[in-house]
């Protein structure tokens, strides 16, 4: 009731716009409307009839407010691989995965009742912190500080002067033009700078849900975005979706405890037309800045071509603007950062799914890598029986010791269920119909291959023939 009649008691709300803006080339101020509304209508809508995945996809695209996501475990700079070489044989980064995995044994205290880090369910870490990348005998200052507020803006598309990343925000106030011009050359993206936030509006991306949100609850966060950007009262009985307006900080209370709301925020946020459609440059772009990986052969033949003629000059041009460092590999590029920061999920990471996620997927990995003299597929076919004895052996073998959540290890079906949603999420795995796909960057965290097998397979793996990509596989779990 106190989270519902803190939404709708706008006739007492402090409205936070009494304040002049000024905005130069680069710096464009969003101040009020009163025809925002109706908009918000006919998109809330849209949303309430789509079924849940138009929904998540549909959001994304009126929105665009969804953080960077890459692997982490960069290699060594001086890594000898050569370019071409396969994901399936080329340099592991299973050591420093495997540092990342034991923290947790050392912070129980700080985990929450679901046994989760106290990053998140994820263990994301660094969540508040500045992103920054440590500047070079020669490199100016000012390059620092852009790649840092660039940086800042790809993970968090929302900051305000008052936020928890409000020491970031005067970075982004001072390179306004700068930062404005080249995400809108290099990716397409509009940034907006007032007085007192910066709103980066990003392109669509799959797999950039809201956690939990279904179409009526994006419908509901939708309306009260509108209602409140106009000044309305909204009839908001959503808690998530009142989560989601505290989190972007247009509604708060003030020390007397009386809510207030941020009108100028939330027109800032309301949805705008979509961006235009990008040819190859810009989709591959975004892709490489937004994803774990990008798959060649899940690519258009244009958009293919372009990344293998501009492979390097890109490598270049996002090290100097993000910090990110590409992985090449005859299957694909990855972006990584060599600081870990740049991710909305770690993996590695220090919680139980992320733990169990990098133990289940080397094992997978050690199973199904094909041999030296093979073909290197981008991906292969998992069969359902390896997914549970492999996921039985590394629970056994970890779970307690490592103070896994007691919730999964009491329900081995959610537990499977959501150590396959953040390999999904991720790019390991991939949906095959009903079966999964293990996917070649993976390999990237499983030891590397030894001409023999130094132990058999675990009490719970189920030994059987690997299936060849296409062939009729076992059920996928729900």
């Not at 969804?66 to 592991?92: E, I, K």
């Not at 990053?119 to 020669?138: F, I, L, S, Y």
């Not at 700078?193 to 990003?202: F, G, I, N, P, T």
Request: hydrophobic share 40%.
């Amino acid at each position: 009731m106190e989270q519902h009649e803190h939404a709708t008691g706008a006739g007492e709300a402090r409205d936070r716009t009494g304040t002049g803006r000024a905005g130069g080339a680069g710096q464009l101020t969003a101040q009020p409307s009163a025809d925002l509304y109706p908009a918000a209508q006919e998109l809330a809508a849209r949303l309430a009839d789509a079924s849940p995945e138009a929904a998540h996809d549909l959001f994304t695209a009126a929105f665009g407010l969804y953080g960077a996501r890459h692997f982490g475990g960069a290699l060594d700079p001086d890594d000898p691989t050569p370019a071409g070489t396969s994901w399936w044989h080329g340099t592991s980064a299973h050591q420093s995965a495997a540092l990342r995995t034991r923290p947790l044994h050392y912070r129980r205290g700080r985990r929450d009742a679901a046994g989760q880090g106290a990053n998140g369910p994820h263990g994301t870490a660094g969540r508040h912190r500045k992103p920054e990348r440590p500047r070079g005998p020669a490199e100016p200052a000012a390059a620092v500080e852009r790649r840092t507020a660039a940086r800042l803006l790809l993970a968090h598309p929302l900051v305000t002067d008052t936020g928890p990343h409000a020491a970031g925000f005067a970075l982004i106030h001072r390179h306004a033009d700068w930062l404005a011009e080249r995400f809108q050359r290099v990716l397409g993206y509009r940034l907006t700078v007032a007085a007192r936030h910066a709103r980066l509006r990003k392109a669509p991306v799959p797999g950039r849900a809201l956690a939990g949100f279904t179409p009526a609850s994006y419908a509901c966060l939708v309306l009260a975005l509108g209602a409140l950007a106009d000044g309305r009262a909204p009839d908001l009985d959503q808690p998530q979706a009142l989560a989601v307006l505290r989190d972007w900080q247009v509604v708060d209370r003030d020390r007397e405890g009386a809510p207030t709301v941020d009108r100028e925020l939330a027109a800032a946020l309301a949805p705008a037309p979509e961006l235009p459609a990008a040819g190859p440059e810009l989709t591959v772009r975004r892709l490489l800045v937004e994803t774990p990986v990008v798959l060649l052969d899940e690519l258009s033949p244009g958009e293919r071509e372009w990344l293998r003629r501009n492979g390097a000059a890109e490598a270049a041009l996002f090290a100097e603007f993000l910090g990110l460092r590409a992985e090449v590999r005859a299957e694909g590029v990855a972006l990584l950062d060599p600081a870990d920061e740049l991710t909305d999920l770690a993996l590695p990471g220090t919680g139980t799914l992320a733990q169990a996620a990098l133990l289940l997927v080397r094992q997978l990995v050690e199973e199904l890598r094909p041999l030296p003299e093979e073909a290197v597929p981008p991906a292969v076919l998992i069969p359902d029986a390896l997914i549970d004895g492999a996921l039985g052996d590394v629970t056994d073998d970890h779970g307690l010791r490592a103070g896994w959540s007691p919730e999964y290890l009491a329900d081995r079906p959610a537990f499977r269920r959501d150590v396959l949603a953040l390999l999904e999420r991720m790019g390991l795995i991939a949906p095959a119909g009903r079966a999964w796909l293990l996917r070649a960057p993976a390999a990237r965290y499983a030891p590397e291959a030894e001409p023999e097998p130094t132990t058999g397979p675990g009490r719970h793996s189920r030994p059987q023939d690997r299936l060849a990509p296409g062939a009729e596989g076992p059920g996928r779990p729900g």
